[in-house]
């Protein structure tokens, strides 16, 4: 049972606009900035979105981040056959004294 | 350009152990925390532990504290895990990844191309 909760998978028709959901606790995203991996099969994670809602430099503009209270969200509009991955999040915990990832979302772009 | 290269993956016999190693370049290695990621097949990201940039202070995974020992040599750019009593569900890719100094953060900015474990018999 992963700290975030993230919803298993998540679905989308190109130019479609999608939103994964993480949910958490004051200990961790209440209190501590959420980032973002997208991960394709058989390759590493990328950061995707750093600091709530940053983008790295090469990070498309359709990737958003938002983050209230205990909750964040990664959303991607207009929605492309690539962006067809896992994404998860990721925050620090004040109680474990560590990192927690959400269990990842599964992306079908149908 | 950042470049994290893992190495030391392989198969174990339970209970036995296995160092891994994570050779950086292309940043300041001294300034950076450092971590170690790992992804069972088929599973989610699990972080392991992270190594301030000066080594002076480590964190770890409830899963893993007491067994694995993260280590860094900065003359030498390079990070280690080491791990012990190895079980069956250790079985996985480890990653490492360059995080902000004091890496009390899950901010992960490069990420290495994993090394794979496996423990079995």
């Known amino acids: 049972q992963s700290a975030l909760t993230q919803p298993p998978s998540a679905s989308g028709t190109p130019g479609q606009r999608v939103t994964i959901s993480c949910s958490g606790s004051s200990s961790n995203i209440g209190s501590n900035t959420v980032n973002w991996y997208q991960q394709f099969p058989g390759t590493a994670p990328k950061l995707l979105i750093y600091?709530?809602?940053q983008r790295p430099s090469g990070v498309p503009d359709r990737f958003s981040g938002s983050k209230s209270g205990t909750s964040a969200s990664l959303a991607i509009s207009g929605l492309q056959s690539e962006d067809a991955a896992d994404y998860y999040c990721a925050a620090w915990d004040d109680n474990l004294n560590g990192v927690v990832f959400g269990g990842g979302t599964k992306l079908t772009v149908l | 350009q950042v470049q994290l290269v893992e190495s030391g993956g392989g198969v174990v016999q339970p209970g036995r152990s296995l160092r891994l190693s994570c050779a950086a370049s292309?940043?300041?290695?001294?300034?950076?925390?450092m971590h170690w990621v790992r992804q069972a097949p088929g599973k989610g990201l699990e972080w392991l532990a992270v190594?301030?940039?000066?080594?002076?202070?480590?964190y770890y995974a409830d899963s893993v504290k007491g067994r694995f020992t993260i280590s860094r040599d900065n003359s030498k750019n390079t990070v280690y895990l080491q791990m012990s009593s190895l079980r069956a569900e250790d079985t996985a890719v480890y990653y490492c990844?360059?995080?902000?100094?004091?890496?009390?953060?899950?901010?992960?900015?490069?990420w290495g191309q994993g090394t794979l474990v496996t423990v079995s018999s």
């Open positions: 190594i301030w940039y000066d080594g002076s202070n480590k």
């Open positions: 292309g940043f300041t290695f001294s300034s950076s925390g």
């Open positions: 990844a360059k995080g902000a100094p004091l890496g009390m953060s899950g901010y992960f900015d490069y």
């Open positions: 600091s709530n809602d």
